[in-house]
C-alpha cells in the first residue's frame, strides 16, 4: 500500500464485518491506527486479527446511545491521540413495505442507520473543530438515491443520512471539517446473501446465480466486493480530496446510469452478444 492514511486516526463503526472490517484492513494498511466499534466482540476481534498488530482496538457499543457514541469518540482519542477521521458504516436492513414492516423494526433502522451516525458525528465534530479539521465518510447506499421494494425503512434512512451530510458538510466546512457520502451498490456481503435467499430459492439457483441476475443489466454486470468499496472510503478519508466536501458517490457497477425499463427491452444483459 502506499501510505495515504500514514499518520490518521479513524474511528470505523461497524467494523467488525462485511464492508466495515475491509475499511479497516485498508486503512491500517494504508498506515492509519483505528478503533472499531459493534455490539459482536467475536467478529471485532476477528478484524483486529485480521490487521497489522498494535493498529486497531476493538471497542463493543451500540451507536443507537448517544453515550456509546461519546465513548468511541474518548476511545479513539485515548487509543490514537487524536481522532482525525470518522466513519459511519453500522446499518441494518429488515424488508417490509410501511404497513408490513414491524414498528419496532422500523425504529430500529432509524436509530441504527441514522441516528448513529447523528451521534457519532455529534460526538466526534468538537474534537475535530478544536484539531483545525477532519473527514467524515457516511457509508449510505444505492437506496438512499433510488428505491428498492419492499424496503421502506432502509430506504429511508439511507436518504436521511445523504441529507444529513451534506447539512454537516454545509456547516462545519468553515472548521475544515469535511463530509461525504459513499452509496455502495449491490456488495458481496453476509446482509446482502441472507437479503439473496428468497431470489436464489425462486430461481432455483445459489447466492451466486441470484447476484448475477440481480445485476445483469448493470454495465459492469458483477456485485462488488466489499474490498473494491474501499477506495472511495480511503479517498474521502484522507488528503487527496482536501477540497471535496458534501459528495455523494454511488459505488455501485454503473447501475445508476441505467433505465431498468429499456434494460429489460433490450433484451439482453449490455455487454453480451
Aim: charged share 20%; proline share 4%.
Amino acid at each position: 500500500m502506499s501510505g495515504l492514511l500514514a499518520g490518521k486516526a479513524a474511528l470505523v463503526t461497524g467494523g467488525g464485518s462485511g464492508i466495515g472490517a475491509a475499511i479497516a484492513r485498508r486503512f491500517t494498511a494504508e498506515g492509519a491506527k483505528i478503533v472499531i466499534t459493534g455490539r459482536r466482540k467475536e467478529a471485532l476481534a476477528d478484524t483486529v486479527a485480521a490487521c497489522p498488530e498494535g493498529s486497531v482496538l476493538a471497542f463493543a457499543g451500540d451507536v443507537r446511545k448517544f453515550e456509546d457514541a461519546q465513548a468511541m469518540v474518548e476511545a479513539t482519542i485515548k487509543f490514537c491521540g487524536k481522532i482525525d477521521i470518522l466513519v459511519n458504516n453500522a446499518g441494518i436492513d429488515p424488508a417490509g413495505t410501511v404497513v408490513e414492516v414491524d414498528i419496532e423494526q422500523w425504529k430500529s433502522v432509524i436509530e441504527t442507520n441514522l441516528y448513529g451516525p447523528f451521534f457519532t458525528m455529534r460526538a466526534a465534530l468538537p474534537h475535530m473543530i478544536k484539531a483545525g479539521g477532519g473527514s467524515i465518510v457516511n457509508i449510505a447506499s444505492l437506496a438512499g438515491l433510488r428505491r428498492i421494494p419492499a424496503m421502506s425503512a432502509y430506504c429511508s434512512s439511507k436518504s436521511g443520512l445523504i441529507g444529513l451530510s451534506q447539512s454537516v458538510a454545509l456547516d462545519y466546512g468553515p472548521h475544515n471539517v469535511r463530509c461525504n457520502v459513499v452509496c455502495p451498490g449491490a456488495t458481496r456481503t453476509a446482509m446482502l446473501e441472507n437479503a439473496m435467499k428468497g431470489l436464489a430459492d425462486s430461481l432455483e439457483t445459489d447466492i451466486t446465480g441470484a447476484l448475477d441476475y440481480m445485476t445483469r443489466f448493470n454495465p459492469l454486470a458483477h456485485p462488488a466486493s466489499t474490498d473494491q468499496i474501499t477506495g472511495a472510503v480511503v479517498f474521502f478519508a484522507g488528503d487527496d480530496s482536501a477540497t471535496v466536501t458534501g459528495t455523494v458517490l454511488p459505488v455501485d457497477s454503473g447501475s445508476t446510469v441505467v433505465d431498468p425499463n429499456g434494460a429489460a427491452l433490450s433484451g439482453r444483459a449490455w455487454g453480451s452478444d
